[in-house]
């Protein structure tokens, strides 16, 4: 058996390639599936193992808090704990804490904005601007996408019209809101998540001491997704990296989904030009999803138009066989959700833990009806979106009531009943489950307290809240198991077992606001990260109208098949969209191909065809022998690792 904590173990030989090549440059080129993050999170074990790097002196990047943490927990369990995997905002956050007082003449780091539509409608009205809370959510988002961009307000106007922004109203107005934004901002004494970034770039680049500080702290970067960075996030890599070259990026971009917000896969598509010695590896095995899945992904970026749609890469399945994916439609939202809860249930009957079963969205709004259902139908579930849980007000709150209550209470008490009482003094009812919305989330986040308590009945309440800092410390969220209920944007780099890709009506996917031809290919990229997240069974619903007896909705372009009445019919391309100049028997090839066929010696899939008679790769040996296997692999990575674009 292979070992789990070698970082070279259980990996192909261009995997092994990324883990192995040499410090410096290296890109990371593959679609879903195929293994991207596995490999860094190996190459980086591998090197702190090998005494190439210090643990300390490497900082990985990813976009998400979940998956940061999951990536330092992987790193851990290959032997190589202590490395830093933070998001961007959480790694810029602590290096500007860290020199707070330099940076703000001697004052605490201003308190971060949690959202910016407040100040924005205020900033609005200054301006003389009518908005309702849309045009000012709106607004944020104009403004998100402009400061991400390095985008300063006088310039918003011509640089929106050469971005083909389409913004909620005069652009010239617009960026007479952002000024006015940001001077709303100071007078407050608050910065955004933005300001933040850019005060650690602005650190960086103003004070020498301070670079020299964080350079000599970290000097080997990892960036996961790097197809969803933005130009801030881009000068602040940059920052960090000084002269210095030891940079790994890894992304899809295929899996763009943040360039309204400002991404731009060009970091990723140039970087070879950037980084003229780069290493540049590809990796096309999709170890994730059966092969029907990664069939219907094909055929959904198959479909792709625009300026990345050449970069997409066919994905091979090497996973068994597995069901067909399932497309349904419903009358209405209510009964979609209804058979969604049901389905759950005969999965989770089946075995299934429901721990391994997503239902995923578009909008946030749709997450509410599937609480209802799964609550009516007694699936446990769990709402994502809690990177930020330690951050709840709700969840500070009853953190310091945890506190306080290792005086106010008795110490030998059980703990579940003395964290049950301390939450109720902050106003948490366990038998008052409010119906949705945010009272329904705030009351789930206190919830997931008391169930970690119940969890942890051997714990003093003391230990419980030591337990709760250190999670806090990792963002580590303390969550029942149930499913997952997540946007499409949120699941991003993740999988399931089973997922279900709900709601997939014109209007909802692509989302109403889509009106650019890019806007609607970033939201077919969002549909084709949605497929690959299922690792065995994928359902397809989408409901004729939203409510019953509502206005009629047509079925996702994305997705023809789901015409109402008609069953899905496996590997049908949609009419009228079948690529050119494929052929039926280039149909029956690239069918052949997604079919997975390990060699039986080095157990690498993508076999030639006369390979597949023989079994195994031409170039391996007919019999195992450890020894030569080894330098045959070793052999393969070294030649993986010099392929040059
Ligand atoms: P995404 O683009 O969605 O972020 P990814 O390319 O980062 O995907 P991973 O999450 O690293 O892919 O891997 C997908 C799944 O395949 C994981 O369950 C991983 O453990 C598994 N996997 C990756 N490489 C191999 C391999 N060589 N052998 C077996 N399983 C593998
Ligand atoms: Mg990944």
């Known amino acids: 058996m292979a070992d789990s904590s070698n970082p070279l173990a259980g990996l192909d030989p261009e995997q092994a390639a990324v883990v192995t090549a040499p410090a410096g440059p290296l890109c990371v080129l593959a679609g879903a599936g195929t293994g991207k993050t596995r490999a860094i999170t190996h190459r980086i074990a591998h090197r702190v193992r090998a005494g190439h790097v210090r643990a300390q002196h490497v900082l990985a990047v990813t976009f998400t808090a979940r998956a940061a943490a999951e990536m330092r927990a992987r790193i851990g369990q290959l032997g190589a704990g202590g490395v830093q995997a933070r998001t961007f905002h959480a790694a810029a956050l602590r290096q500007v804490r860290y020199f707070a007082p330099r940076l703000f003449s001697g004052r605490e780091m201003p308190e971060l904005l949690d959202s910016k539509a407040r100040l924005v409608g205020l900033a609005a009205t200054r301006v003389g601007v009518k908005i309702d809370g849309t045009g000012a959510r709106d607004l944020a988002g104009e403004i998100e996408w402009a400061k991400s961009s390095l985008i300063e307000p006088a310039d918003y106007a011509v640089a929106a019209a050469k971005a083909l922004r389409e913004p909620p109203f005069d652009a010239a107005r617009v960026g007479e809101v952002y000024a006015a934004y940001e001077r709303v901002k100071r007078a407050q004494g608050v910065i955004d998540f933005e300001d933040m970034i850019r005060a650690a770039i602005w650190a960086m680049e103003e004070h020498e001491d301070v670079a020299q ?3 000599s702290q970290y000097r080997h970067f990892v960036v996961d997704e790097y197809q969803d ?4 996030q881009q000068r602040l890599l940059e920052s960090w990296l000084g002269d210095g070259d030891d940079l790994t990026v890894v992304g899809d971009a295929s899996q763009t989904i943040y360039s309204f917000t400002g991404a731009s896969a060009s970091y990723l598509v140039d970087f070879k030009r950037r980084h003229p010695a780069a290493t540049v590896v590809r990796l096309i095995r999709d170890y994730r999803s059966t092969p029907q899945v990664v069939g219907l992904a094909n055929t959904v970026i198959g479909q792709a138009r625009g300026e990345l749609s ?3 890469l066919e994905l091979i399945g090497q996973r068994p066989a597995g069901p067909e994916p399932t497309a349904r439609s419903f009358p209405d939202e209510p009964q979609e959700a209804a058979a969604v809860a049901a389905r759950c249930r005969e999965l989770i009957a089946g075995g299934t833990p429901a721990e391994e079963i997503a239902v995923l969205f578009r909008v946030n709004a749709q997450s509410e009806v599937y609480q209802e259902a799964l609550a009516e139908a007694g699936v446990p579930y769990v709402v994502h979106g809690a990177e930020r849980f330690f951050e709840r007000t709700e ?14 209470l008795p110490a030998d008490a059980p703990l579940a009943e003395s964290v049950g009482q301390a939450l109720e ?6 038998a008052e489950t409010p119906a949705g919305g945010a009272a329904r989330e705030k009351w789930e986040a206190v919830a997931a307290l008391a ?14 809240n030591d337990e709760l800092a250190r999670r806090a410390a990792l963002q580590h969220v303390p969550t029942v198991a149930g499913v997952t209920l997540s946007s499409l944007h949120s699941a991003k780099g993740l999988e399931w077992d089973a997922v279900f890709l709900v709601g997939l009506a014109e209007g909802t996917m692509p989302v109403i606001h889509a009106r650019t031809p890019d806007a609607v290919e970033e939201e077919r990229r969002l549909l084709y990260v949605g497929v690959t997240r299922a690792r065995h069974t994928l359902w397809l619903s989408y409901a004729g109208a939203r409510a019953p007896g509502g206005r009629p909705r047509r079925a996702s372009r994305f997705v023809p098949f789901l015409e109402p009445g008609r069953a899905y019919e496996p590997g049908r391309r949609p009419a009228g969209n079948a690529r050119p100049g494929i052929g039926k028997g280039e149909v029956v090839a690239r069918v052949r191909r997604t079919v997975a066929v390990s060699c039986r010696v080095c157990g690498a899939g993508l076999l030639s065809g006369p390979e597949r008679k023989l079994g195994r790769c031409a170039t391996c040996p ?4 450890e020894e030569l296997l080894a ?8 030649l993986a690792a010099v392929q040059k674009v």
């Open 622 to 625: 007919a019999d195992r022998d």
């Open 451 to 464: 169930a970690l308590a119940e969890s942890m009945p051997a714990l003093s309440l003391e230990a419980f």
């Open 395 to 408: 969840v500070r709150q009853a953190m310091i009531a945890l506190r306080v209550a290792t005086r106010s």
């Open 425 to 430: 003094g902050v106003g948490w009812r366990p």
């Open 310 to 312: 050449r970069l997409r």
């Open 229 to 232: 960075v933005n130009p801030m």
């Open 631 to 638: 330098r045959l692999l070793d052999w393969r990575a070294r």
């Open 213 to 215: 500080q964080i350079r």
